[in-house]
């Protein structure tokens, strides 16, 4: 979703950040149920509240507290000796961190997404690029929320990076995207027309999105800002895409476990 985390305090909170995703995913039951007794209790609570507008106040409130929860309990937990990670937002995760943030069975990471179109120039896979980003290849939406991406211009092994993910993978890089946001109710549009270098043979955009993620609480991504540089091989197919946020990676995690209601 940047500037890199300073020091081994960064790098000791990231680290944790990364664990603590990993162990809540993999206790996904446990958090529900937290969550939906703590939600029941907060709720009960409210109810004594004597007007409306304390009432919005109180589940404001309880959405950003089990938001804080969820993280800050999980990283105190694991990281005793550190203090609380809110003390200090984490831009990203260190790159070798980011290879083994894969939270699901995303299938086999060598597996062909089909014939791929060699030869283009630089001008038409940047419109593709445009094209899918908003639209999605086959219209289904913006490829960063739907999956919905022109395989045929990416090799197989391209490296998808971002601040907090690393992977180099085709297949399993859009399979992530079909999992991760609800095309519905959430959306990309270009900030700005893509830049061509043709010296580096890159590809530079910028786009804003944000919408509601595919967990059983539904949380909700604020808008946000990416840079995104593609770099095409000799062949004419993309072997990198690189994305920065305007958010952290810290902001973009307690968003994810920030229950909607």
Known sequence: FGRRGSGTSSIKQASCLLISMR???????????????????????STKASNNNSHHHTISSRRN???????????????????????????????DLRKYTALAPLGDASTSTGSKLTGLSMETIASRLSHDLVEGSTGKGG???????????????????????????????QKALTILFDPEQSFVELVQPLEIDEMKREITGRIRSGGVLKLPWSPRISSYESTIVWKVDEDGLIESQIQQWSISASQALRETFTLSF
């Not at 937290?34 to 609570?45: C, D, E, K």
């Not at 609380?84 to 995760?93: F, G, I």
């Open 23 to 45: 162990r809540l995913f993999y206790n996904l039951s446990f958090i529900i149920l937290s969550a939906s007794l703590a939600t029941t209790v907060v709720s009960g609570l």
């Open 143 to 173: 490829y960063f929320i739907s999956g919905d991406i022109s395989t045929e211009i990416f090799r197989d092994d391209c490296e998808f990076t971002d601040p907090t993910n690393s992977v180099s993978s085709l297949a399993k890089y």
């Open 65 to 95: 507290w089990l938001g804080n929860l969820v993280i800050s309990s999980a990283t105190s937990t694991l990281c005793i000796s550190n203090k609380p990670a809110a003390a200090q937002d984490v831009q990203e995760l260190p790159i």
